[in-house]
């Protein structure tokens, strides 16, 4: 079973949808977890601590905070970056080949950006 964590910004319309194909995901979001104001090393780490991947939008900065938090001698359970120009449909389908397609520890301390 899947466990993933949606950061601050990640589009519901895109949860709701997923939800409709992939009813059994086990979601949180950043903000019920208390971690709505981290940033975003922190949330990598944390999201690492509860195994969960992150879904993000955040293409400008995560790869960068990816590689720091690495560096720094910490996993991380899988991110995947949804850019903000897939459409609601594309970003779905992907996400849904991925979460249907291959398992959770398949994407341990990598990154992917959609579409794959």
Known sequence: MWRVLLDQNFDHRI????????????????????WGQLGDPDLLIEAAKVQRVLLT???QTMPQHIANVMTSGHDITGVFIVPGSLTLAEAIDELELILT????????????ILPL
Not at 16 to 32: E, S
Not at 102 to 111: G, H, K, L, M, V
């Open 101 to 112: 397609g291959s398992d959770q520890a398949d994407w341990f301390n990598t990154y992917r």
């Open 15 to 34: 949860l709701d949808g997923l939800l409709k194909r992939v009813p059994q995901l086990d979601y949180l979001t950043a903000h019920q977890a208390g």
């Open 57 to 59: 939008h955040d293409l």
